[in-house]
């Protein structure tokens, strides 16, 4: 199945269907079908489509999006912080699609992706609760730097949070 993968860098046009993508796999009920959601920590929406044209738009990001059989099924962004940085975010596979091993080539993708941009190490940010995606992090390489900071539960347009004391959570990887 992952032989036909294709991934694109995302135009305005696909915004639409990226958002849709990626509020099913972080949150609500459809996000259940995948093994990690954060349905019962957040509600509301992850992202809006102002938000993707935006990231679209951005010089310094490229959103990177992965079909299979002309499905959007996979999404990406990745953002050149400085020099050496990248940053990975918003990575997110179909629910009815997880554990395929989808997530990895995107990973590996947005790795080399980075690379090329001349940058040596890779962030991300997860919420601290989530700890089954700190493992499948940390069994790709990424460590956590001790850096975290509370969630900021004040924006709808990012989400409601359902429990206190949420937080976010840095982790980081060397890109050889
Ligand atoms: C996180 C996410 C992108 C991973 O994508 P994926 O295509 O499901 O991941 P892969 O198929 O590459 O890998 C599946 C991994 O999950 C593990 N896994 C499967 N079921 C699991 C379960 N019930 N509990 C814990 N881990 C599980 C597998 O062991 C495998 O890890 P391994 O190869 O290290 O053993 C995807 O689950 C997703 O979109 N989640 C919702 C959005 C999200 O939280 N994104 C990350 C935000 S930082």
């Not at 019962?40 to 992202?47: C, E, V």
């Not at 010089?59 to 996979?74: K, N, R, T």
């Not at 953002?79 to 940085?85: A, I, L, M, Q």
């Not at 690379?115 to 940390?138: H, N, V």
Request: glycine fraction near 8%.
């Amino acid at each position: 199945m992952l032989d036909s993968l294709l991934i694109t860098t995302a135009k305005l046009t696909d915004a639409e269907a990226v958002t849709r993508l990626v509020n099913s796999a972080y949150r609500g009920e459809a996000s259940r079908a995948g093994w990690t959601t954060e349905a019962d920590l957040i509600g509301g929406q992850r992202t809006d489509v102002e938000r993707i044209f935006e990231m679209i738009e951005d010089s310094d990001a490229s959103l990177q999006i992965a079909w299979l059989d002309g499905e959007l099924v996979a999404c990406v962004l990745l953002k050149r912080e400085n020099e050496s940085t990248g940053y990975l975010g918003m990575l997110s596979v179909d629910p009815t699609l997880q554990a395929a091993g989808v997530g990895k080539k995107l990973i590996a993708h947005s790795e080399a992706l980075v690379k090329s941009w001349g940058c040596r190490s890779m962030r991300l940010i997860i919420l601290q609760a989530r700890t089954d995606l700190a493992a499948y992090y940390e069994r790709r390489g990424y460590r956590k730097t001790g850096f975290s900071e509370p969630f900021p539960g004040t924006d709808p347009r990012f989400g409601v949070p359902k429990v206190e004391g949420l937080r976010l959570e840095e982790m980081r990887k060397h890109l050889d």
